[in-house]
C-alpha cells in the first residue's frame, strides 16, 4: 500500500460523501494503490452508516467505528494504527482542510526529502476572541514547557511510515497530538496553508483552559518546580518578616499592628496552599490514569471488504 489517507467522523454525515470522493480523486492524482481509513468517533448522527454504505460500494475505504466517544485525538491515534500505506495523509474530514492539498504536500516532501510536512495557518481563522486566545495558548505552552510549538499548526500532514511508527510509540493514555508531534522528532516541515470556515469552533474558553492544563502537565513538571520555588520564596519572606518583628520589639518596645494585614496573609497563603495541592493533585491523577494502562481506543469493528 503507497498511501493512506485518515480522517476522523464526529457529527460529520454531511461531508462523509463530499469527502471519500474529493480524497479519492486527489489520491488518483499520485498513485491508484491507495486506502481511506475512516474513523468513527462515536459520532451521534448516522455519519457511520453513511461510511459503511460507501465502504461497500468502494474497496479501498475502511471504516474503524469506535465503541463510544474518545475525542479527537485519540480517535486519530487509532486512525494512523490501522493505515497501511508507505505515506500516510492526515486530515480533518469537515473539508475545512481541502484534500486537494496533498498533491502540494506530496511534492514539498519529495523535494525536501523531510518524513512530514505540516500545516500551518498563514492567518488564523475565526474572530478576535479566538485569534487571541490561540496566540496566549502556544505563548503559555511554550513559556511553561521550554516547547516551541509552532503557532496555528493544523491537523493537515503528510508523514512517511517510519515516522508514523515512531509515533504510535507513544502509548500514554492522555493524548496531546501536537507535543507528541513535535517529540517524535525527524524531519519536518511547515507548509502555509489557508482553512476554510466551513463550521464554527467547538473549543470553548473553558475547553482551551482544560487543553493548556492537560498539555503542560502531560509534557513539562514545571508548575511543580514553580511551587518548590514560590514557597522558597514566602519562606525567605516570612523569615525577614520575623526578624523585622523580633528587632522591633527588641530595641523598640513598639508592639505590632495591624490586623488586617494578618488576616490578609492567612487568606493568601491559604488560597495558595489550596491550589498548590490541586497541581500535584492534577500529576497525581495523571499518574493514576496511566499506571492502569487502560487502552485509549476500544474499536467495535471495522468495516472493509478484504474483512470478514
Not at 497501511?84 to 516532501?109: I, K, Y
Not at 493544523?154 to 517529540?183: K, Q, S
Request: hydrophobic share 45%.
Amino acid at each position: 500500500m503507497k498511501l493512506s489517507i485518515v480522517t476522523t467522523l464526529y457529527q460529520s454525515a454531511a461531508y462523509v460523501e463530499p469527502f471519500c470522493r474529493r480524497a479519492a480523486e486527489a489520491a488518483r492524482a499520485i498513485t491508484d494503490d491507495f486506502e481511506i481509513v475512516l474513523v468513527n468517533d462515536g459520532s451521534p448522527d448516522d455519519s457511520l452508516a453513511r461510511a459503511v454504505s460507501l465502504a461497500e460500494q468502494d474497496p479501498r475505504l475502511v471504516v474503524v467505528d469506535l465503541s463510544r466517544n474518545f475525542g479527537h485525538h485519540k480517535a486519530i491515534m487509532t486512525g494512523l494504527a490501522h493505515a497501511r500505506g508507505e505515506q500516510v495523509f492526515l486530515l480533518d474530514s469537515d473539508l475545512e482542510e481541502a484534500p486537494e492539498w496533498l498533491s502540494e504536500f506530496f511534492e514539498v516532501r519529495v523535494r525536501e526529502g523531510c518524513d512530514v510536512v505540516y500545516g500551518v495557518q498563514a492567518e488564523r481563522r475565526g474572530d478576535a476572541f479566538e485569534r487571541i486566545s490561540g496566540r496566549w495558548f502556544y505563548r503559555l505552552f511554550s513559556a511553561m514547557t521550554g516547547m516551541a510549538l509552532p503557532e496555528n499548526v493544523t491537523t493537515v500532514r503528510l508523514m512517511t511510515r517510519r515516522y508514523v511508527e515512531a509515533l504510535l510509540r507513544h502509548d500514554e493514555r492522555e493524548v496531546f497530538l501536537a507535543g507528541l508531534w513535535m517529540i517524535t522528532g525527524f524531519d519536518q516541515r511547515p507548509l502555509p496553508v489557508r482553512k476554510l470556515s466551513t463550521s464554527e469552533t467547538t473549543y470553548t474558553l473553558r475547553r482551551k483552559l482544560s487543553i493548556l492544563v492537560n498539555s503542560v502537565t502531560s509534557f513539562s513538571n514545571a508548575p511543580l518546580v514553580g511551587i518548590f520555588y514560590i514557597g522558597l520564596g514566602i519562606s525567605l519572606l516570612a523569615g525577614l518578616y520575623t526578624a523585622y518583628l523580633v528587632i522591633n520589639w527588641m530595641f523598640f518596645a513598639q508592639p505590632p499592628s495591624g490586623w488586617t494585614s494578618v488576616m490578609a496573609s492567612i487568606w493568601l497563603i491559604g488560597g495558595m496552599v489550596i491550589s498548590f495541592i490541586g497541581v500535584v493533585g492534577i500529576y497525581l491523577s495523571k499518574i493514576f490514569s496511566e499506571t492502569k494502562r487502560r487502552p485509549y481506543t476500544i474499536v467495535r469493528r471495522v468495516y472493509a471488504q478484504d474483512n470478514d
